[in-house]
Each structure stands twice: as structure tokens, then as C-alpha cells.
């Protein structure tokens, strides 16, 4: 390892070490500001509206997008555009987060002034308790006026990292608050590495299944099996309910006399089923563990009739693996 590598190293420790001691200014300096804030927000009937200007513009945007992909509808609005017109995406039914961390940013004066004019909630976020910004909110919650992890004190960056912890802290109360579930979340976020985790297997699963009776004959079976080409077949009884499966291992196992036989005498009993409300990853993880390539989809409060049939295939096409 060369000696620049060594001071990078030493850099990039140091950064993080003082804005972990700003994280933890900020948790200790949480106060009911915090609480009034979601309650705030919670009774709001429209959206929330997140302004800053620089880099708390940055920050709020990021913030914005965390409300809104986790149940609270919110919507970032530039503060120097809001003055070009965008006011009136701010309505009375909406309440205001503003950022700044002087809380003196002049961009913001015209946001402020609409929110006061028109007696919309505004929640002030900054650094200095006697600031116009947080004077004038509703809600004021003030910032621990921590290092910056620069080493000049001009740069933002311990400050702005206590800004996305803030928002963060708030949409993750009004998501414990509001119940919200990953279904929810998938919901909002259908797309992606996240939306795929969270796909379930109703999402993914084939409706026209190779089902076969317990009576019918190996030679229909095997037809079934080739015509579906799902590499198996279900067995049901008289009343509909999957009583077997029948795989290569199967046939291999009944070679001899084969086509002497039924369904029933060749399949294998009891086998491993998934819910269709079950999470696709989860059905990835039982095919991997038992080492196959299909799942029937029954419901267990149902009448034990196959509703589909999940091949892993059809997961990893989903970006489920």
C-alpha cells in the first residue's frame, strides 16, 4: 500500500468519524420539534412540499422521493422556480418543509412568505434557532451546529448528512405510524432490483398448469408433461386437490412398466407448495433448498386446489435471484 493511499484512507476515516459524531449530536438533540413535525405532516390533507436551496436542495429532493415512495405524497419544489410560478403548487392543503442550514438562504424568502400569506404549515429545518427561517415556521427544528467533515468548516458536509438522516427519521415514523407494509411499498416502487424483491408469486405464476387426475394413465401424463413444458405434471384427486407431483426423477424411478401405470402410482405425495401471496424470493430460496426447478401455488386457507404453477425461471426472468 503506497503512503498516498495510507492519507487517503486516513482522510476518508477521519470524514466519516466526524460525521458520525454529528449523527450523534443530532440524535441526542431531538426534542418534541421531531413529534410536533409528523403530526404536522399526518394532518395534512395534500402533500409535503420540500424546499431548499445548494446542496439542502439536493438533499431535499432525495427526501421528497423517500416521503413519496413510502406513503406520504411529497414533491420537491425549487425555490428560485418557485418564484418564477411554481407557487402555486403550494396549497393550503400542503405543508412545507423547508431546508437550509443558515437558515438565511435569500432564495427561500418568497417559499416562506407564500406559506405565511396563504397559513400553510411550515416546518423550518436548520442549524440556527434564531434564524428567519425558523422564526417564521411553525414547526422549527434546529440543527446541532456540528463540525464540518471538510476541515475548513465551509463545505457542507456533516450538515447535510444530518439533513438526510432528519428526513429519513420523518418517513420512517410516518411509515411505522401509517402500518406501511413492503406491499405498499411495491406499490410505488414496481420497478428495479427493489420492485423484483418484492414481486409476489401471483405476479409471476402460470395460470395453465399440467394437471393430470390420479387415475389417468402414463401414457397422457407424459403428453401433459411435453405439451406444458414445465418439466412436470400435478396430480389432483376426484375433489381438485394436488395430491402429487410427478417429475423426471420420478419416471426415472418407474422406467420399467411405465406405461402399465397411473398417475398415482408414480407420483411423488405431499408435495412442497407455495402461497401465492408469498414473496417470489422466498419461493427462489425453496426451489434452491430442495434443488427444483417448480413450485405449485396453493392457497392454505383454500380447498387445497393448485391456483398456478412458479418455475424459477419465470423468477430470475423478474430479476428475483
Given at each position: 500500500m503506497t503512503s498516498s493511499t495510507t492519507d487517503f484512507l486516513e482522510t476518508a476515516r477521519r470524514v466519516i468519524a466526524v460525521e458520525r459524531a454529528g449523527l450523534a449530536q443530532l440524535s441526542d438533540s431531538l426534542d418534541a420539534s421531531f413529534g410536533a413535525a409528523v403530526d404536522l405532516i399526518l394532518r395534512a390533507r395534500g402533500r409535503v412540499i420540500v424546499s431548499g436551496m445548494g446542496?439542502?436542495?439536493?438533499?431535499?429532493?432525495?427526501?421528497?422521493?423517500?416521503?413519496?415512495?413510502?406513503?406520504?405524497?411529497?414533491?420537491?419544489?425549487?425555490?428560485?422556480?418557485?418564484?418564477?410560478?411554481?407557487?402555486?403548487?403550494?396549497?393550503?392543503?400542503?405543508?412545507?418543509?423547508?431546508?437550509?442550514?443558515?437558515?438565511?438562504?435569500?432564495?427561500?424568502?418568497?417559499?416562506?412568505?407564500?406559506?405565511?400569506?396563504?397559513?400553510?404549515?411550515?416546518?423550518?429545518?436548520?442549524?440556527?434557532?434564531?434564524?428567519?427561517?425558523?422564526?417564521?415556521?411553525?414547526?422549527?427544528?434546529?440543527?446541532?451546529?456540528?463540525?464540518?467533515?471538510?476541515?475548513?468548516g465551509v463545505v457542507p458536509t456533516t450538515s447535510t448528512t444530518m439533513t438526510l438522516a432528519l428526513g429519513d427519521a420523518l418517513a420512517v415514523a410516518l411509515m411505522e405510524h401509517r402500518q406501511f407494509t413492503p406491499e405498499h411499498f411495491r406499490t410505488f416502487h414496481p420497478g428495479g432490483k427493489l420492485g423484483a424483491r418484492l414481486a409476489r408469486v401471483a405476479d409471476l405464476m402460470h395460470a395453465d398448469m399440467p394437471l393430470v387426475g390420479e387415475d389417468t394413465p402414463m401414457g397422457e401424463v407424459l403428453l401433459t408433461i411435453s405439451q406444458k413444458g414445465f418439466g412436470v405434471a400435478g396430480v389432483t384427486d376426484a375433489a381438485g386437490r394436488l395430491t402429487g407431483i410427478i417429475t423426471d426423477g420420478d419416471l426415472r424411478r418407474h422406467m420399467e412398466g411405465l406405461l402399465s401405470l397411473r398417475a398415482a402410482e408414480v407420483m411423488t405425495a405431499g408435495p412442497r407448495t407455495i402461497d401465492p401471496g408469498a414473496l417470489a424470493e422466498k419461493a427462489v430460496a425453496a426451489m434452491n433448498a430442495r434443488k427444483i426447478t417448480c413450485l405449485f401455488v396453493v392457497t392454505p386457507e383454500g380447498d387445497g386446489a393448485p391456483q398456478g404453477i412458479l418455475h424459477i425461471h419465470d423468477c430470475l426472468r423478474a430479476g428475483v435471484a
Open positions: 446542496k439542502s436542495g439536493h438533499v431535499g429532493r432525495k427526501i421528497a422521493a423517500t416521503l413519496a415512495s413510502t406513503g406520504t405524497p411529497a414533491q420537491f419544489v425549487h425555490p428560485a422556480e418557485a418564484s418564477h410560478g411554481d407557487l402555486g403548487m403550494v396549497t393550503e392543503n400542503d405543508v412545507a418543509l423547508v431546508l437550509s442550514n443558515s437558515g438565511e438562504t435569500p432564495e427561500l424568502s418568497d417559499i416562506i412568505a407564500h406559506t405565511r400569506r396563504f397559513t400553510i404549515p411550515l416546518i423550518g429545518v436548520a442549524s440556527r434557532a434564531d434564524s428567519t427561517l425558523l422564526r417564521q415556521s411553525d414547526v422549527a427544528i434546529v440543527l446541532p451546529r456540528a463540525d464540518e467533515a471538510c476541515g475548513t
